[in-house]
């Protein structure tokens, strides 16, 4: 039986209500952020903090805790929730009010977390990497607020599942912008690139984080510009998410990356981001 938190409360996940006058419900008024738990581990916290501080000033919002605050109750939501890896969804909305598109005078945000474990990928998929295909990027205007409003992504996304791809990854104006639910890395002669942060693009925290590993260990890695083209010639292809991690695309469009078979900087920024993570995990300030 899992354990969330709602508006201050731990409560069992089955009787965690809402009301349905919540903003979130009614308008989609909200951010939301993903936290992967690694041992124990909130891995990135301080990012992710920031990310969410960043959407919720973005919409006006008032952080409703102190960084203390959502610390605490977040390895107290661990510890309820005993699970070696956890992928922590959390979510502060406008709260309840009358039905208007004009915010409330005095808003009461509404706050929800949730723990659950992470469903890892099968090695498979980072043996042999993954299909996907291009779609035209057709959301709005501001991505990089990481709002709870997922419709136009989550359509995106069904038109790839359909096609029984793993991802859709999204062109605007003939350049690429990022994944339905991932952020794009491509590689070409061996040169890693990644779209420049924009209002189109979600700011990644292992986006920025492969972008740091690769540089730490002088390994060319720039955030430009990358056309339709240089993503349909590209010798590697990538998608990363805080649950992802870093996924191999080894088909585009029915046609293969590359050799078709996860490239040789794929595996080696693979082998830094584990390296990485395992001793950041085990250091005594996790």
Known sequence: ??????????????????????????????????????????????????????????????????????????????????????????????????????????????????????????????????????????????????????????????????????EAILIRNGELTEGAASNVFVVNNGKIMTPAKSQYILPGITRDLVVELAQENNIACVEQTVTESMLLNADEIWLTSSTKEILPVTTLNDKPVGDGRPGSVWKRIAEIYRDYKNTLIHSPDC
């Open 1 to 166: 039986m899992s354990v969330v938190y709602l508006n201050g409360d731990f409560v069992p996940a089955e009787k965690a209500t809402v009301s349905v006058f919540d903003r979130g419900f009614l308008l989609g008024d909200g951010v939301y952020e993903v936290i992967p738990v690694f041992s124990g581990c909130l891995f990135r916290l301080q990012a992710h903090l920031q990310r969410l501080q960043n959407s919720l000033d973005a919409i006006k919002l008032e952080n409703p805790l102190l960084f203390k605050q959502w610390e605490d109750m977040l390895k107290q939501l661990i510890a309820e929730n005993t699970h070696p890896e956890l992928s922590i969804y959390l979510q502060v909305t406008r709260g309840a009010a009358v039905r208007d598109h004009a915010f409330p005078v005095d808003p009461k945000p509404g706050i929800f977390a949730m723990a659950n474990p992470i469903q890892k990928l099968a090695d498979r998929y980072f043996e042999k990497g993954v299909s996907a295909i291009t779609l035209e990027d057709n959301r709005w205007q501001r991505c990089n607020i990481k709002a709870i409003s997922l419709l136009p992504n989550v359509l995106l996304r069904q038109q790839a599942v359909e096609q029984g791809m793993a």
